[in-house]
């Protein structure tokens, strides 16, 4: 996969109150709990939460080499260090956070970095 396609691409959230454009390329990963996303970002320890869902966030960054690993979590391909069957299946990023990947995306996962080398 060509990651050079998230160069100067951004995204647009919003909150009740404010308005964010981030860099899709300084995007890790984005994770929902109820109806809430939460955006992390390479530069900062912080989230960024929205009332977005997950799918609507899906649908915007599909083309940019992001994944959806389990029901709530959607990673930047562009950051996945390696994978790992054992002993749970997950993925490590490069900056060392692992994230649970479910049974049915664990096939979507490995399909992925077939198609991507």
């Given at each position: 996969m060509d990651y050079e396609m998230q160069r100067n691409?951004?995204?647009?959230?919003?909150?009740k109150?404010?308005?964010?454009?981030?860099d899709i390329e300084d995007i890790i990963y984005i994770k929902c709990?109820?109806?809430?996303s939460f955006v992390k970002l390479v530069s900062e320890d912080?989230?960024?939460s929205f009332c977005k869902s997950l799918k609507e966030i899906e649908e915007m960054l599909e083309t940019y080499g992001f994944l959806r690993i389990n029901n709530n979590i959607l990673v930047n391909m562009k950051y996945l260090?390696?994978?790992?069957?054992k002993p749970k299946r997950c993925i490590v990023l490069k900056n060392g956070i692992e994230l649970v990947?479910?049974?049915r995306k664990w096939w979507a996962l490995k399909n992925y970095l077939n198609k991507s080398q």
């Amino acid at each position: 996969m060509d990651y050079e396609m998230q160069r100067n691409k951004t995204i647009i959230l919003s909150t009740k109150n404010e308005i964010f454009q981030f860099d899709i390329e300084d995007i890790i990963y984005i994770k929902c709990e109820t109806y809430i996303s939460f955006v992390k970002l390479v530069s900062e320890d912080k989230h960024y939460s929205f009332c977005k869902s997950l799918k609507e966030i899906e649908e915007m960054l599909e083309t940019y080499g992001f994944l959806r690993i389990n029901n709530n979590i959607l990673v930047n391909m562009k950051y996945l260090k390696h994978c790992k069957n054992k002993p749970k299946r997950c993925i490590v990023l490069k900056n060392g956070i692992e994230l649970v990947v479910s049974r049915r995306k664990w096939w979507a996962l490995k399909n992925y970095l077939n198609k991507s080398q």
